[in-house]
């Protein structure tokens, strides 16, 4: 289980102090319901846009060779896939919803009222745990 401190700097081109009042667990099969209705709603082509080679090969040029080189264009591909995700959230609200829900102990409701820096860190949040990318190729690839 991640633990989120209950104050984080989020670093951007001035520090900002998110609360953070949640602790997120790993991505399990019964959220797999959850990402195929995000990735449905939102549409597979935006998604799969994301691993596209070329994107893929971009990502990793933008990267100086390190050891860390695969983490690193792991964690641009999360944080370019909570932008779609961001960017159509009206479409797949509601699962975006539950999703956060089940993976933090909140409510559909508590969610709903969170900030809006807050709710939108924990998407990235829940984009940066180990394992999600893999769930979420995979729920892919039963929708396309």
């Known amino acids: 289980m991640i633990e989120v401190t209950e104050k984080e700097t989020m670093e ?6 998110i609360e953070k009042p949640y602790i997120l667990r790993p991505i ?3 959220d797999l319901d959850y ?3 995000i990735i449905d709603k ?3 082509d935006k998604i799969a846009e994301c691993f596209d080679k070329k994107e893929i090969n971009k990502l990793i040029d933008k990267k100086e060779d390190s050891e860390d ?3 690193e264009v792991g964690i641009d591909l999360m944080v370019k896939i909570a932008s779609i995700i961001v960017k159509n959230y009206r479409v797949a609200k509601s699962d975006i919803y539950s999703l956060l829900a089940s993976v933090s102990g909140l409510t559909v409701d508590n969610i709903a ?9 924990m998407i990235i949040d829940v984009f940066k745990q180990d394992g999600f990318i893999d769930s979420f190729r995979v729920a892919s690839s039963l929708l396309g």
Do not use: M, R
Request: no cysteine; proline share 4%.
């Open 12 to 17: 951007e081109a001035t520090a900002v102090i």
């Open 28 to 30: 399990e099969a019964d």
């Open 35 to 37: 990402l195929a209705g």
């Open 42 to 44: 939102i549409g597979i």
């Open 69 to 71: 080189l695969i983490k």
């Open 113 to 121: 009222h969170l900030k809006l820096p807050v709710y939108v860190q």
